[in-house]
C-alpha cells in the first residue's frame, strides 16, 4: 500500500493510543478524530502528540467526518470511538445507540461517497454474545446481547458487514474479548481491581467495592489487540475475527492475582456493593481466536497473570509519584 495514511476514531482512548502507536512504528502517518468538547484527555497520546494530526469531527455529525475523508484523504479508518461502558449504556440508552450503533453508518457513508477504496476497521464486542448460545464463541457464535452497549454493538457488526456485501467496501468487524492495561479507565473492573490493590497496600484505601465476582470473562492484553486490528487490513480480502486469549478468568480470580502481586488477601478488603451490580450479566465469555490464529498468524504475547502485574506495577508507580510516597 502506497499510502500509509490512518484514521483511528476514539484515538484518546486505550486501543486508539495504543493502535497510534503501533502505526507509526509501522511507517503510518496517523490522523486523530476527536470530538469537540471542554474536557478532552490526551493523557495516554501525550507521548506522542507531537506525531500525529488530530482533527475535530465526530460520529453524530455525517458531514464532519465527510469533511475529514475528503481532507486527509486516509488509506485506512480505524472506528474505535464509541460509549464504550456498559454499565452507562442503561443510564443512557438512546446516546450509545446514536456514538456505537449509527454513528457506524455514518462513517460508512462517508467512505462510500468519499472513497469507497478506504480500507475500514470496526471494533467489535465479545459483549455481542451476551447469553452466550455457544462455548467457546466463534465467529458463527448467535449474538444474544445482554446491554443497551451489546445491542448498538451488533447493529455496528451488521451494518459493516452490510456494506461490505451491499456496496462491495473493504470492511472489516474485529471481535474484540475484554483487552486491558495500564491505560484502561478505572470504571472497568480490571483497572478497579489493580488501582484499588495498590492502594491497600500503599495505606491510601481500605477496602474494595464490586459486583458480581462470579462473572468470567476472556481478558487480554491491549496492545497484542491493536496489532490484530492492523492485521485485518493487510489481508487481500476482507473478513470477520474473534480476537481472543481462549482462556477465562472470574472477577473473584482477578481480586486473587491482583492482590498477590502486593502480598495481600483479596478476601480481607473486597466487598459487594449491589449498586454495581448490572440489570442483566454477562456470565461467561471465552473466544475462539482460531480463524485469527490460522489467517492472521495472530496470537497474544501476554498472560492473564502477567498483564494484572504490569497494571498493578504501574498503578504501584503512578499513586507514588501522585502522593510522594
Sequence with gaps: MTNR???????????????????????????????????????????????????????????????????????????????????????????????????????LEAIRIVDPAIRFYQASSSEMFGKVQQVPQTEKTSFYPRSPYGVAKVYGHWITVNYRESYNLFTCSGILFNHESPRRGLEFVTHKVTYHAAKIALGLADRLPLGNLDAKRDWGWAPDYVRAMWLMLQQGAPNDYVVATGRTHSVRDLCRVAFECVDLDWERYVVINPADLRPADVDLLIGDATKAREQLGWQPSVTFEQMIEKMVEADLDALKKQHRL
Excluded: C
Design 5 to 107: 495514511r490512518a484514521l483511528i476514531t476514539g484515538i484518546t482512548g486505550q486501543d486508539g493510543s495504543y493502535l497510534a502507536e503501533f502505526l507509526l512504528e509501522q511507517g503510518y502517518e496517523v490522523i486523530g478524530m476527536v470530538r469537540r468538547t471542554s474536557t478532552i484527555n490526551f493523557e495516554r497520546i501525550q507521548q506522542i502528540q507531537d506525531k500525529i494530526t488530530l482533527v475535530q469531527g465526530d460520529l453524530l455529525d455525517q458531514v464532519s467526518l465527510i469533511d475529514i475523508l475528503r481532507e486527509h484523504r486516509p488509506a485506512e479508518v480505524y472506528n474505535l470511538a464509541a460509549q464504550s461502558f456498559v454499565p452507562t449504556s442503561w443510564k443512557q440508552p438512546v446516546l450509545t445507540g446514536e456514538f456505537t450503533a449509527l454513528g457506524v453508518t455514518r462513517m
